[in-house]
């Protein structure tokens, strides 16, 4: 039992290392290589990208009695201070991550898609705050 749980989390963090790395490597405005998994440190400065792996993976392909393939969801933030919003950076990391070739997983990855974005405006922090839906389909 112990060794399918370990080998669980290498997987997930094959995965969001691949995602972070299509991120990191598109060179983001501002962002460069601020993009932490989960949470970032408290005394990170705005702009910085957070990421979640794994949110849900459901089977996107099923023959001869198994799952050939699945869809993993994955949410991706961009967190901005209010009164500096460049609109731009959420292009970029659309630009960056929809149609992303993701590489270095221990999965085959046929393709990622950026399913939806949300604007959301928290007034009392003055943060601007991007939650961007990202599908990654795999082996």
Same mark, same amino acid.
Request: aromatic share 6%.
């Given at each position: 039992?112990?060794?399918? !749980?370990?080998?669980?989390?290498?997987?997930?963090?094959?995965?969001?290392?691949?995602? !972070?790395?299509?991120?990191?490597?598109?060179?983001?405005?501002?962002?460069?290589?601020?993009?932490?998994?989960?949470?970032?440190? *408290?005394?990170?400065?705005?702009?910085?990208?957070?990421?979640?792996? *794994?949110?849900?993976?459901?089977? /996107?392909? /099923?023959?001869?009695?198994?799952?050939?393939?699945?869809?993993?969801?994955?949410?991706?933030?961009?967190?901005?201070?209010?009164?500096?919003?460049?609109?731009?950076?959420?292009? /970029?990391?659309?630009?960056?991550? *929809?149609?992303?070739?993701?590489?270095?997983?221990?999965?085959?990855?046929?393709?990622?898609?950026?399913?939806?974005?949300? !604007?959301?405006?928290?007034? *009392?922090?003055?943060?601007?705050?991007?939650?961007?839906?990202? /599908?990654?389909?795999?082996?």
């Amino acid at each position: 039992m112990l060794q399918a !749980r370990v080998e669980q989390v290498v997987y997930v963090a094959s995965v969001g290392s691949s995602l !972070r790395t299509a991120i990191t490597g598109a060179s983001i405005t501002s962002v460069g290589a601020n993009v932490f998994r989960d949470v970032a440190p *408290d005394t990170q400065a705005m702009p910085f990208i957070t990421f979640q792996t *794994d949110i849900s993976r459901d089977p /996107e392909l /099923e023959g001869d009695g198994i799952v050939k393939a699945r869809r993993q969801q994955c949410l991706v933030h961009l967190w901005q201070n209010l009164p500096s919003e460049n609109v731009a950076i959420i292009e /970029e990391v659309l630009a960056a991550l *929809d149609g992303a070739d993701l590489t270095g997983a221990d999965k085959t990855i046929f393709k990622c898609k950026v399913s939806n974005i949300n !604007r959301l405006v928290e007034l *009392d922090a003055n943060i601007c705050h991007h939650a961007i839906n990202v /599908e990654i389909f795999h082996t």
